[in-house]
């Protein structure tokens, strides 16, 4: 069984910068794309980030792209996501999930992934 947990959301001011982490269990965590997602009150889910089981490839979200990096250290089964420049518009819950079957181009759709954390909140205040 595979199980997630993710970590470091809280409150921070536009401007200022926050650090995701998502664990992961078991031991074929190497092997897994992981993306990361997030849903604010009221909205759909949204991708944010992905990045491929080798760490060779990324992908963002044209709303984060420059502001977000996603990385990966699979000596520790551990994804993660720096957010810098927050806006206001950034506050949700942010989730982590993991492909463990492949398929790079359904990368941002959220179907496709197996499985998912708790979800961590972040908020951005102004």
């Known amino acids: 069984q595979v199980q997630l947990v993710e970590s470091g959301g809280g409150l921070v001011q536009a401007g200022g910068s926050m650090r995701l982490s998502c664990v992961v269990s078991?031991?074929?965590?190497?092997?897994?794309?992981m993306g990361w997602f997030r849903q604010a009150p009221g909205k759909e889910r949204e991708f944010v980030a992905y990045?491929?089981?080798?760490?060779?490839?990324?992908y963002y979200a044209e709303s984060v792209k420059g502001r977000f990096t996603i990385s990966r250290d699979n000596a520790k089964n551990t994804v993660y996501l720096q957010m810098n420049s927050l806006k206001p518009e950034d506050t949700a819950v942010y989730y982590c999930?993991?492909?463990?079957?492949?398929?790079?181009?359904?990368?941002?759709?959220?179907?496709?992934?197996?499985?998912w954390g708790q979800g961590t909140q972040v908020t951005v205040s102004s």
């Open positions: 999930a993991a492909k463990t079957l492949g398929g790079t181009r359904t990368y941002s759709d959220s179907a496709t992934y197996n499985y």
């Open positions: 078991g031991r074929t965590f190497s092997s897994y794309s």
């Open positions: 990045i491929l089981w080798n760490g060779g490839g990324t």
